[in-house]
């Protein structure tokens, strides 16, 4: 199981996490949803508190990974398979360009 908090303009908004059945699940952190209730990381996935689950990489997160050349140099500085969404995803999107960053939670 890999992990991720989602911040949203520097605030923890919620929790991607890819299970080990290869499923992904975004759930809104219920300060989040109590202090910015309409303030959402995307249209698709609106403030809620109800998890949002889903056999590939939500679209949203998926278009944080760099394409190209740059998906490139990521996947061979790191050693990441470019198929690997979520190793990409916890990789190169902790300072990601916007107000969503991506920061890994170390599994014990």
Known sequence: MRQAII???SIKAGVLTENDQGLYLFEYDEQYISNFPKQFITFNMP???NVYKSKRLFPFFDGL???GWL???AAENWRINK???M???LACCRSAIGAVSVHAIKSK
């Open 71 to 73: 998906l490139n140099i």
């Open 47 to 49: 403030v809620t508190r």
């Open 87 to 89: 190793g990409l995803l």
């Open 83 to 85: 198929n690997d969404r």
């Open 7 to 9: 911040k949203y303009n």
């Open 65 to 67: 990974i760099p394409e």
